[in-house]
C-alpha cells in the first residue's frame, strides 16, 4: 500500500448517558471536534466523504439513515455520506473504509465518525438489541447474549490457563485507574481489589453477571460519539490542516464463523489472529514494535485473549502480566490507557473510532497526566465485532 | 373416540443438515457444503437430508445467566455448548443445576415463546 494516510482531527464527547439528546447531535457535536481540532471548520466542504459507524440506531433509537441526518446538521451538503454497519466493530470498519477511500483515489479527506445511543432503551431491552448479531436461530431463539458467550469464553480459559476470578478482578482495577483520569470515559472512578475481590462483601458488590463474569469483567451500557479526520498526507489539501498527522501505519480485518459453536477450539479467536497479522505485515511491524494497545475488553477476559491473539504476550500468560502490573500505564506494555471498554464504555457503533481517537491522543501526547503513556511510538487497536466473528485491528504511527 | 391427529400435535425438533454428495453434516443449515460445496436449496432441499439433533451429547463448556435480555421472567438461566456423538456442536440451554464440563447430558427440545416474534424450538440439555 504506497498512499500515505494519516489523522489531522480528533473529537470526542464524554461517554455515558445522552439518551436525552438526538443521535445525529451527537455525532456531529464529535464531528465538530474534529473539524476544529484539525482547523477546517470553515472549510469543511473540502471533506471528500463522510463515514458514519452505527450499529443499531433503528431498533435502539427508532433513527435511521443517520449519516444524512449528521452531514445535513453540520451544513455539510453535498458532501457524499454513507452509514456503515458492523456490530460493534462498526467503528473500525468505518476507519477501514476511510482509508480505502482514500488509497483507492476517490477522496483526499474522510470525515469518519462513531455514534450510537443505547440507554434510551431499558438494559434488558439493550441486551436484547445486542444479541440479535448473534444467529437468529442456532444463538438467539435460544435466550443466548453476549455476555452468556463471554462467560462460556472465560469458564474455558479459566479452567485452560488456570485464570482467576481475581485476575479478571485486577484488569478491571486497571482499567478503571485509567479510566478516572480520562475526561472521555463513562466511568470515572477508580475501584479497589479489596472492594471487588478480596473483601467479604465483594461478591455484593460485585455480582455475577454470566457466571464466571461478574459485574466488573463487563463494560457498562453506554452512549458516546467521537470522530476522527483522514487526509492523505501527500494531496495538496494536506496543507489545510494545522497538525501534524498521526499515520495509520497498518489496518487488518477478518470474519469468523458466525455460530461460536462452530469453531474447532471455542478458546481461538481466529479473526483477532488474522487481523492482527494483517495489520503488522501491512505496517512492517512486529508485536514487539507495539507501544501501547486499546484492546476490546467488553468482558475483561477479552483483554486478555485478544492480547495473545495479536502476539503481546504468550497464550495463556496474559493474565500472568497483568499481576505483574505490566499492563498499567507505567508497566511494559500498556493496554486499554483509556480505561478500555470496561471503563471508558461501550457505545458499539462508536467503540472502534473511539480507539483510534486514544491512539491519536497518545501519540500526540494529549493525554492526561497520570495516563499519558511515556514516549510510545506505535498504538494498536483491536475492535471486536459479534462474539469475534468479525473483527478490524489498526496500528497508528509517530513519525 | 377423539382424533387427535385432527390438531397436528407436533413434537418439538431441531434439524441437523446432510449433503447427499458427502455425507457432510452440518448445523445450523448452510448455504453451501463446507467439504464439497455442494449447494443447498432451502425450498427444494435437493441432494440434502435433515434429520433430528438428539441423543447424548458431551457438555464443552457452560454459564449461568443472571442478566437475561427482556422476555425471560425466570432469576436465571444456564447455557452450555455441547458435541453431539456425530461431532456436530450446538449452543443451548441447560437443564442441570451444577454442570460439570465433559459431563453427558441427553438432547431435549422444547418450544420457547420469550423472544420477540413466532414460538421456536431451543436445546434444553438435560
Request: charged share 20%; aromatic share 8%; net charge neutral.
Amino acid at each position: 500500500m504506497s498512499a500515505r494516510i494519516g489523522i489531522v482531527g480528533i473529537g470526542h464527547i464524554r461517554f455515558g448517558n445522552s439518551s436525552e439528546y438526538d443521535l445525529a447531535d451527537i455525532m456531529a457535536y464529535a464531528a465538530t471536534d474534529a473539524l476544529i481540532d484539525a482547523g477546517i471548520l470553515e472549510q469543511r466542504r473540502e471533506v471528500d466523504q463522510v463515514f458514519v459507524a452505527n450499529m443499531a440506531s433503528g431498533l435502539f433509537c427508532h433513527q435511521s439513515s443517520v449519516a444524512s441526518s449528521m452531514v445535513s446538521k453540520l451544513d455539510m451538503e453535498p458532501v457524499p455520506a454513507e452509514t456503515v454497519e458492523n456490530g460493534p466493530a462498526s467503528g473500525a470498519s468505518a476507519v477501514k473504509l476511510g482509508y480505502m477511500a482514500i488509497a483507492s483515489g476517490m477522496a483526499d479527506v474522510v470525515l469518519v465518525v462513531g455514534g450510537e445511543i443505547m440507554r434510551k432503551v431499558s438494559g434488558w431491552e439493550a441486551t436484547d438489541v445486542v444479541a440479535t448479531m448473534l444467529h437468529p436461530e442456532a444463538e438467539y431463539a435460544m435466550g443466548l447474549t453476549l455476555p452468556s458467550f463471554g462467560g462460556m469464553f472465560a469458564r474455558l480459559y479459566m479452567d485452560k490457563y488456570g485464570c482467576t476470578e481475581r485476575d479478571l478482578a485486577l484488569i478491571a482495577v486497571k482499567d478503571h485507574d485509567n479510566g478516572a483520569l480520562n475526561k472521555y470515559a463513562h466511568v470515572q472512578a477508580a475501584c479497589t481489589i479489596e472492594a471487588i475481590a478480596d473483601s467479604e462483601t465483594a461478591g455484593v458488590v460485585n455480582n455475577y453477571i454470566a457466571e464466571p463474569l461478574r459485574i466488573y469483567s463487563t463494560c457498562p451500557v453506554t452512549d458516546g460519539s467521537c470522530a476522527l479526520l483522514l487526509v492523505n498526507m501527500d494531496s495538496p489539501k494536506a496543507k489545510l490542516f494545522k497538525k501534524k498527522p498521526v499515520r495509520i501505519a497498518g489496518i487488518g480485518s477478518a470474519t469468523d464463523t458466525h455460530c461460536v459453536h462452530n469453531r474447532k477450539d471455542p478458546l481461538r479467536l481466529d479473526a483477532v489472529r488474522i487481523a492482527g497479522a494483517k495489520a503488522y505485515k501491512m505496517a512492517g511491524l512486529n508485536p514487539g514494535d507495539i507501544s501501547f494497545a486499546e484492546l476490546h475488553d467488553a468482558f475483561t477476559v477479552l483483554e486478555l485473549a485478544i492480547s495473545e491473539e495479536i502476539g503481546l504476550f504468550e497464550r495463556g500468560k496474559a493474565y500472568l502480566a497483568v499481576r505483574k502490573g505490566e499492563t498499567t500505564i507505567k508497566g511494559r506494555l500498556p493496554i486499554n490507557p483509556s480505561g478500555g471498554l470496561k471503563a471508558k464504555g461501550h457505545p458499539v457503533g462508536a467503540t472502534g473510532v473511539s480507539q483510534v481517537v486514544e491512539l491519536v491522543r497518545q501519540l500526540r501526547g494529549e493525554a492526561e497526566e497520570g495516563r499519558q503513556v511515556k514516549d510510545p511510538k506505535y498504538g494498536m487497536s483491536v475492535n471486536f465485532g459479534g462474539f469475534g466473528n468479525n473483527v478490524v485491528a489498526i496500528i497508528c504511527a509517530k513519525d | 373416540m377423539i382424533d387427535f391427529s385432527m390438531y397436528d400435535v407436533k413434537v418439538p425438533e431441531i434439524k441437523g443438515y446432510r449433503c447427499q454428495t458427502c455425507g457432510t453434516v452440518h448445523y445450523p443449515a448452510p448455504m453451501i457444503c463446507s467439504k464439497c460445496s455442494t449447494r443447498r436449496d432451502p425450498v427444494t432441499g435437493r441432494k440434502w437430508e435433515t434429520f433430528n439433533l438428539e441423543g447424548p451429547v458431551t457438555l464443552l463448556t457452560w454459564t449461568r445467566v443472571w442478566n437475561l435480555p427482556e422476555g425471560y421472567n425466570v432469576k436465571y438461566l444456564l447455557f452450555g455448548i455441547v458435541e453431539f456423538g456425530n461431532g456436530l456442536r450446538a449452543s443451548g440451554r441447560l437443564g442441570v443445576e451444577n454442570p460439570v464440563i465433559g459431563m453427558t447430558l441427553n438432547t431435549r427440545v422444547e418450544e420457547s415463546d420469550e423472544r420477540p416474534g413466532k414460538p421456536v424450538n431451543v436445546f434444553v440439555f438435560e
